[in-house]
C-alpha cells in the first residue's frame, strides 16, 4: 500500500471514529445525558436549599432558585405543614395539580424509608414527563422538615432531530474534508520521500556523490543530510578500496612477475650455472620474503583498522624493552656497519599493549635503518617527563620533505626516490599510526632535508614503584636492509 493511500486511510478512519462519538453523544445518549443533568440540578438545588433555610431572605432565594431551574418547589415540616412554597409552573406542576398534592408526594416519601428519591412521573396536563424529587431536612431519624422539587423533563426529541440533520451536514462535510486534507497531507509526506528514493536509486546505481536535498519537515531534512553524508563516506571507502586494490594488486604483482621470470631464467639459462643459479634463486627467495612481508603487514592493519581488536594492556619496563630490541639490532646490523645507540632515562613502568607498542618500535627503527645516511646512524631515545615516556627514533638520512610528511602515515605511500633501494610495502607507518592511535597517544615526526628525520611518540600510561615484569619474547618482524639483502632479513 503506497503512503498515500496508508495517510489517506488513517484519516478516513480517524474522521469516522469522530463522526461515530459525535453521533453517540448528540443522537443515541442525548436522552440519558439530559436526564442526569436535571437530576444533578435539582439535588444541587435541594442541597441548596438545605444550607440557606435558615437565613435571612429565604424566601426571595428560593424563588429566584425556582424561577432559574424551572422547578416547583414545597418546604413543608415535620408535621407536613407547608412552611415555603414557590410554584411557577402553574398547573403543570404535579405537587400543585388537582390530581394530587403535597402530602401524597410526602406519603409515599415517607413510605420509602430513604434519605432522598427522585423518579419520572408522566404529567398528563403537560404531555411530558416530570421529575420528582424528595430529600428530608435533617436526618432521617429526626426529621426537621422535607423538601419536594418538581421539575418538566422537556422532550428533547425535536432538538435531536434538529441535530441529526446537522450531523449528517457536518458528517458530509468532514468526510469530504477529511479526503482533500488527507490528499494533501500525503502529497507533502510522500513527494520528499520521492525525491530521496530517486536520488538512492542513483546512489545505489553508483552515483555516491549525489546530494540528496529533500526538504519539508525536519525528519526528512534529517534524513536527508545523513544520506548525503552516507553517500560522501560510501564514496571515500569506495575510493580507498579502489586504490587499495589498486596498490595491492600492483605491490603483488611485481614480486610474482619478479619470481616467474627468474625461475624461467633458471630454468632456460642458468640452471647449469651454480653461480648464476643461486644469484637467480636468492632473488626468488627474497621476493617471496616481499609476498609473505606485504601480505603480513595488510593482515596487521586490517585486523586494526577493523576495530574490534582489543588492546592487551600490561605493565613493562619500557626502558628494558627498549635495550633489547636495539641490542638485537646491533646483532644484526654489526655486519653492516649500523651505528645504532640506546640514549634513556632512567626505567620506567608503563601499561600499555607491549606487543603493539614492540611493533610501533620495530616499525620505526626499521624504517632509521632502512632511510638514514652514508653514516649508518640511528639513535634511539627514552626520555622520561612528567606525565609521559617521550620514545624518538633518529637517523641522519636525506629527511622527509614537509609535503611528504602529510602522506608517510598513510596506507601504501611509498617514496622512491631514496639513495638506497629499500624492501618495503608503505604499510609499516600506517601500523604505527594505527597502534598509536589505538592507545591514545600522541605521535609524529620532524625531519629537515639533508640532515635527517626524527620519529617520536609518548607513552601516557604510567606506573612507578612498581617491580618490572618480563618482557615476552618477540622477534622483530620486518625486514631492513638493502634489497636483495637476504641475509638481512629476520
Ligand atoms: P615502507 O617503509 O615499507 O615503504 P612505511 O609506511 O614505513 O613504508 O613508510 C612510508 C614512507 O615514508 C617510506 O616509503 C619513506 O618514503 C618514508 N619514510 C619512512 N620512514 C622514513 C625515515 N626514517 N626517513 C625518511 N623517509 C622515511
Not at 611518540?457 to 625486514?479: A, G
Request: some cysteine; hydrophobic content about 40%.
Amino acid at each position: 500500500m503506497s503512503l498515500r493511500a496508508k495517510v489517506w486511510e488513517y484519516f478516513i478512519l480517524f474522521t469516522a471514529a469522530v463522526l461515530v462519538m459525535l453521533w453517540f453523544f448528540q443522537i443515541v445518549s442525548v436522552g440519558n445525558f439530559y436526564e442526569n443533568m436535571k437530576i444533578k440540578d435539582v439535588k444541587n438545588a435541594a442541597h441548596e436549599i438545605i444550607e440557606n433555610c435558615t437565613n435571612e431572605g429565604f424566601s426571595t432565594s428560593l424563588t429566584k432558585l425556582a424561577i432559574s431551574n424551572d422547578m416547583c418547589i414545597d418546604i413543608v415540616d415535620k408535621y407536613g405543614r407547608v412552611m415555603y412554597t414557590k410554584d411557577i409552573l402553574g398547573k403543570s406542576c404535579l405537587i400543585h395539580s388537582p390530581k394530587s398534592n403535597t402530602n401524597d408526594f410526602l406519603y409515599k416519601f415517607k413510605s420509602n424509608d430513604t434519605k432522598e428519591m427522585y423518579y419520572k412521573e408522566f404529567n398528563d396536563f403537560t404531555n411530558c414527563n416530570m421529575l420528582i424529587y424528595m430529600s428530608v431536612i435533617g436526618t432521617k431519624e429526626s426529621p426537621q422538615g422535607y423538601i419536594i422539587i418538581n421539575s418538566p423533563l422537556v422532550p428533547i426529541d425535536a432538538t435531536a432531530a434538529i441535530f441529526k440533520k446537522q450531523l449528517i451536514i457536518i458528517s458530509a462535510f468532514l468526510l469530504i474534508l477529511s479526503l482533500v486534507v488527507s490528499y494533501f497531507m500525503a502529497k507533502k509526506i510522500a513527494e520528499p520521500i520521492a525525491k530521496l528514493t530517486k536520488s538512492a536509486e542513483q546512489m545505489a546505481a553508483g552515483n555516491y556523490d549525489i546530494q540528496f536535498d529533500a526538504k519539508g519537515y525536519a525528519e526528512i531534512q534529517r534524513l536527508s543530510n545523513t544520506l548525503t553524508f552516507a553517500g560522501k563516506q560510501i564514496s571515500k571507502v569506495d575510493t580507498m578500496q579502489r586504490d587499495l586494490i589498486a596498490n595491492v594488486s600492483h605491490d603483488l604483482r611485481t614480486p610474482l612477475t619478479m619470481l616467474k621470470a627468474y625461475a624461467e631464467m633458471i630454468r632456460d639459462l642458468s640452471g647449469d650455472n651454480p653461480a648464476k643459479r643461486n644469484e637467480h634463486l636468492e632473488i626468488i627467495i627474497n621476493e617471496t620474503d616481499r609476498l609473505a612481508l606485504l601480505v603480513s603487514d595488510m593482515l596487521d592493519l586490517s585486523k586494526l583498522e577493523r576495530g574490534d581488536q582489543k588492546l592487551n594492556y600490561s605493565e613493562f619496563n619500557i626502558k628494558e624493552l627498549l635495550e633489547d630490541i636495539t641490542a638485537r639490532y646491533k646483532g644484526l646490523s654489526d655486519k653492516q656497519e649500523y651505528d645504532i645507540t640506546f640514549e634513556a632515562d632512567e626505567d620506567v613502568i608503563v601499561n600499555c599493549d607491549v606487543i603493539k607498542i614492540q611493533q610501533v618500535i620495530y616499525n620505526l627503527i626499521n624504517n632509521a635503518v632502512n632511510y638514514t645516511g652514508d653514516d649508518k646512524k640511528v639513535i634511539v631515545r627514552q626520555i622520561n617527563r612528567q606525565n609521559d615516556v617521550r620514545i624518538e627514533v633518529s637517523d641522519t638520512g636525506e629527511g622527509i620533505s614537509s609535503d611528504k610528511i602529510k602522506l608517510i602515515f598513510e596506507k601504501y605511500y611509498r617514496s622512491e626516490n631514496h639513495k638506497r633501494e629499500v624492501v618495503g610495502t608503505g604499510l609499516g607507518l600506517s601500523i604505527v599510526k594505527a597502534i598509536l592511535k589505538k592507545h591514545g597517544y600522541n605521535f609524529g615526526v620532524f625531519s629537515k632535508l639533508g640532515e635527517g628525520s626524527t620519529f617520536w611518540f609518548e607513552i601516557r600510561d604510567l606506573k612507578t614503584n612498581e617491580e618490572p615484569p618480563q618482557l615476552p619474547e618477540k622477534p622483530p618482524k620486518r625486514y631492513f636492509g638493502k634489497k636483495n639483502e637476504n641475509k638481512n632479513n629476520q
